[in-house]
């Protein structure tokens, strides 16, 4: 019998998408936004608590890892190459309350994540423990080596390795959203992979 988990998870495969020059965007349910929020707490409790620039840079590196290694996304949302580096852009309004009209992801986040105050103004702290019911232990194991490797990184560091070959080609192109085709193979995907996300992608333009 399959898990209320499993279940939502199925659905929220049939996902609406948006194109733009190519790239699909999905537009998020309610499984998935709750999802987001419980890999944010995820870090956040590793962490003891990070600012979200270290936040959207860990994401960007498990996302990119675990779709060269699995050929899925950890989270249902668009990277985006902004100036300082790639950003999860749906999150990145959530965490700056720019909430979009599609989203209640805002509303989510800030109901388990708090700013630690004053002192550290883009520090976020949990207010709870992560429910990983919803996180795969293929996605917790691309989170924790993300989180080993570039928790503790300084800010330079960090903006001059997430200023890649991929970050470069989004941000030149002038959509700036990053292509999960181009992530994976930047972290080495096999060409069997790469095939997969293409047949992906075909599916989802299919179905859209």
């Known amino acids: 019998m399959f898990s209320s988990y499993y279940l939502n998870y199925l659905l929220s495969q049939i996902n609406k998408v948006i194109h733009v020059s190519n790239v699909i965007m999905l537009v998020m349910d309610n499984y998935e936004q709750q999802k987001i929020v419980e890999v944010v707490l995820y870090i956040l ?8 620039y270290h936040l959207f840079k860990i994401l960007y590196f498990a996302e990119r890892d675990h779709l060269a290694k699995w050929g899925d996304k950890i989270i249902s949302d668009d990277f985006y190459a902004l100036k300082y580096g790639p950003v999860p852009t749906r999150l990145y309004d959530a965490v700056k309350h720019q909430n979009t009209s599609d989203s209640k992801l805002s509303d989510r986040l800030w109901q388990v994540a708090e ?45 001059r390795i997430s200023h890649d070959e991929v970050w470069e080609k989004a941000f030149k192109d002038g959509h700036n959203i990053i292509s ?15 095939n997969y996300i293409k047949e992906q992608i075909s599916i989802d333009k299919a179905l859209s």
Do not use: C, H, Q, W
Not at 45 to 52: A, L, R
Not at 142 to 147: R, V
């Open 180 to 194: 999960p085709l181009d992530m994976a193979k930047a972290s080495g995907a096999t060409d069997a992979t790469i």
């Open 45 to 52: 409790n590793k962490t003891g608590g990070i600012d979200f």
């Open 115 to 159: 700013f630690a105050g004053d002192d550290a103004p883009n520090v976020l702290l949990p207010k709870r423990k992560a429910d990983t019911d919803y996180i795969s232990l293929s996605e917790i194991s691309a989170l924790d080596n993300s989180i080993n490797k570039y928790s503790t990184k300084l800010f330079e560091e960090l903006k």
